[in-house]
């Protein structure tokens, strides 16, 4: 993983923003959709991101970053999702910490689904230290499958 390199005035700012700017779960949602430029209706996309508890998800959050997962049968694996509303640096935070949360609480393994390049880069570029990408298992759930062994988060850490 390339590491943040952040000075203390960054460093320092970047948590001023983060609790200064927490954002309501609908807003984040809102801005995710507006970002990453969803190609279906909100209404559509609203009723594809709304994991619930009903559905079996568990949801976490660090800062303006929503992470949605379920436990797999044998509850040491998670498969996830993450909307988020911060900016990239923050994101880079958010999710390593997400993810060693869920460590914490016994889980060994998380993987995630996808189908778009840029999310490979950014997964291959930020998170290969602690992450393989390759073509997913069940092509229903995308085009790709991100795997990470949640014991590596915390010894590679935030940067």
């Given at each position: 993983m390339k590491p943040l390199k952040l000075s203390e005035k960054?460093?320092?700012?970047?948590?001023?923003?983060?609790?200064?700017?927490?954002?309501?779960?609908?807003d984040i949602v809102e801005e995710h959709y507006k970002r990453d430029k969803v190609d279906v209706p909100f209404e559509v996309y609203k009723k594809f991101i709304n994991f619930t508890p009903?559905?079996?998800?568990?949801?976490?959050?660090?800062?303006?970053?929503?992470?949605?997962?379920?436990?797999?049968?044998?509850?040491?694996?998670?498969?996830?999702?993450?909307?988020?509303?911060?900016?990239?640096?923050?994101?880079?935070f958010s999710i390593l910490v997400l993810l060693a949360a869920v460590y914490?609480?016994?889980?060994?393994?998380?993987?995630?689904?996808?189908?778009?390049e840029k999310t490979k880069k950014f997964?291959?570029?930020?998170?290969?230290?602690?992450?393989?990408?390759s073509p997913a298992d069940d092509p229903d759930l995308g085009t790709y499958v991100a795997e990470?062994?949640?014991?590596?988060v915390l010894k590679d850490g935030v940067g």
């Open positions: 960054q460093t320092t700012q970047m948590m001023k923003d983060m609790l200064e700017k927490r954002m309501s779960a609908k009903e559905m079996g998800y568990q949801i976490r959050r660090a800062n303006n970053t929503l992470l949605f997962f379920i436990p797999e049968e044998n509850n040491t694996e998670i498969v996830y999702h993450t909307v988020t509303a911060d900016s990239p640096k923050t994101y880079i914490e609480e016994g889980y060994k393994y998380a993987k995630t689904y996808f189908s778009d997964i291959e570029n930020y998170f290969q230290n602690i992450t393989t990408v990470t062994n949640l014991s590596e």
